[in-house]
């Protein structure tokens, strides 16, 4: 079962900022939050993740709550092409000694309107 | 660096029959995945390889299914006796294990659908 809770859909005008939120109440100290999106018909796509630190890079930014049960994703100015199904998924850090995992649930689907 | 490839992109069979999809990861990446993703679904785990090694399969791996990577650089995935409910987009994803992030870089997919 997926460990986060996400919104169904979300619709985002064209050069807004489109926040994409992301529960994540039960996620433990040594897990990070990922941020992955699909665009139809492609394979997944890495976005972001962090541990409770803010982050940002050329994509997006990534804020967690102090508590770490919460978390959004921001896409500063929006475009058509980002229309896609965005996944927040918490896992541990891999090792040396073996992977994790993603495990995707059902996204949020966001639409970005001209 | 040309990214994760699959082949083939689509593939359609007949009930009862066995497919064999191919996954070619990113070159030196370590760690290759596959998952599984039915309509209006997110994609869901079936198995990882660090190198040649098989570390994880999950429930979802029926006895049908089997996956190999047996020089540690592509992987097949072979479906035995399809059924209509094997019909989904089958995605593989590979990382490095020298990356701490453990980012997962995914292929376009093969569709199957099973008649």
């Known amino acids: 079962d997926a460990k986060t809770t996400q919104p169904t859909s979300m619709d985002c005008a064209e050069g807004r900022a489109a926040n994409l939120p992301c529960n994540h109440s039960?996620?433990?100290?040594?897990?990070?939050v990922y941020w992955y999106r699909q665009i139809h018909s492609q394979g997944p796509q890495y976005i972001i993740h962090?541990?409770?630190n803010n982050e940002t890079n050329e994509m997006a930014s990534l804020i967690i709550t102090e508590d770490r049960k919460s978390s959004t994703l921001i896409l500063p100015h929006a475009t058509l092409r980002d229309t896609a199904v965005y996944y927040c998924?918490?896992?541990?850090?891999?090792?040396?000694?073996?992977?994790?995992?993603?495990?995707f649930g059902k996204g949020t689907s966001l639409l970005v309107t001209p | 660096d040309t990214g994760v490839s699959q082949n083939p992109r689509h593939k359609i069979t007949k009930r009862g029959q066995n497919v064999t999809f191919r996954c070619d990861p990113i070159?030196?990446?370590?760690?290759l995945y596959w998952y599984r993703q039915t309509l209006g679904q997110g994609p869901e785990f079936l198995t990882y390889?660090?190198?040649?090694?098989?570390?994880?399969k999950s429930r979802l791996l029926s006895d049908r299914f089997s996956a190999e990577r047996p020089k540690g650089s592509f992987s097949t995935l072979e479906i035995q006796r399809t059924e209509q409910g094997d019909s989904a987009m089958y995605l593989c994803?590979?990382?490095?294990?020298?990356?701490?992030?453990?980012?997962?870089?995914f292929g376009p997919g093969t569709r199957l659908t099973v008649l």
């Open positions: 994803a590979s990382s490095s294990i020298r990356d701490s992030t453990d980012t997962q870089y």
């Open positions: 039960t996620i433990s100290g040594n897990e990070y």
């Open positions: 962090g541990l409770k």
């Open positions: 998924i918490v896992r541990p850090h891999s090792g040396s000694n073996s992977g994790y995992a993603l495990n």
């Open positions: 070159s030196e990446h370590n760690r």
């Open positions: 390889f660090q190198n040649e090694a098989q570390l994880e």
